[in-house]
């Protein structure tokens, strides 16, 4: 934890792990003994993170969500797929560095993998725009889509967004209508889709990459029309109220699942995805390849009818 950025609930867990870095380096310099005692506070430490991350708030699950060492898109790419080849830009304007995407292989499958990329730092971060997708990165990946389609490959998406560009040049590049048009484009294609949502998954601005025939959550991921500050500033005319609007909003996993939003929800290590790159991307790898080999029976037909019913299921209204 010393090592890794620390979120505010996180501190008393990164107490204990420092007190233990200090002891080992004494011991060291020292040559004395001192298992027993970093023995203690490691079994401390254990308890209390599994303690404290059984019962966290959804505000805690956003702000893990958020974490600057959430596992990004390319990440992921890196450890679960092989011979990944990047494609850029959109044939119209320009390539957005919030979106990437290209052709790889899962586990020797050809597939299409698009998804968000949100930087790591400042400078990162501002040349990604903190993963928040103008019109040309949706229409970047409908470019990759339409391919997927082509060569009838399989689409895998990873979101991770905050929500679209609400700048006035995205809106006056059709921002509006990007979004729309993949989410239609997405109920009609007649290729396997699934998707992964790796941390935010923010409104309008993730679905657009998210009409799939089976979606994922990671455990302390979040999915919502609007992030608890937007809806506690427009609500409550307060964005202090965040933790309040985080309850009302239903955006953890969890409540994702009961709402039938998700198939299914992968749980990450103790302590967040960020602790532990390699056997998250284990999970998700497991998940991705389980859910191809289930969809790659089906025909194109039934692909784009099972996506379509999936989604028309998703809150029903019902008479009094």
Partial sequence: ????????????????????????????ASSTNMDAEI???????????????????????????????????????????????????DRNFLDD??????LAKLNQRPVVVIGHQKGRGTKDNIFRNFGMPRPEGYRKGLRLMSLAERFNLPIVTFIDTPGA?????????????????????????????V??????????????????????MLEHGIYSVISPEGCASILMKSAAEANRAAEMLKITAKNALEFGIIDGILQEPEGGAHR???????TIKNALEGSLTELSKMTGDQLREHRFQK?????PVLDS
């Fill in 39 to 89: 023995a203690d506070l490691e079994t401390r430490a254990k308890k209390l993170r599994t303690e404290m991350f059984s019962r966290l708030t959804p505000y805690e699950s956003t702000q893990i969500a958020r974490h600057p060492r959430r596992p990004n898109t390319l990440e992921i790419i890196s450890l679960v797929m092989t011979d990944f080849i990047e494609l850029h830009g």
């Fill in 195 to 216: 998707t992964v949502v790796v941390g935010e998954g923010g409104s309008g601005g993730a679905l657009a990459l998210a009409v799939a025939n089976k979606v994922f």
């Fill in 311 to 315: 989604f028309m299921k998703m809150g």
């Fill in 276 to 282: 532990d790159l390699a056997q998250i991307c284990e």
């Fill in 1 to 28: 934890m010393s090592k890794i950025e620390v979120i505010p609930f996180e501190k008393p867990i990164a107490d204990l792990e420092n007190r233990i870095d200090e002891l080992r380096e004494m011991a060291s």
């Fill in 165 to 193: 560009y609400p700048g006035i040049d995205a809106e006056e590049r059709g921002q509006s209508e990007a979004i729309a048009k993949n989410i239609m484009v997405m109920t009609r294609l007649r290729v396997p889709i």
């Fill in 97 to 102: 560095k919030s979106v990437v995407g290209g």
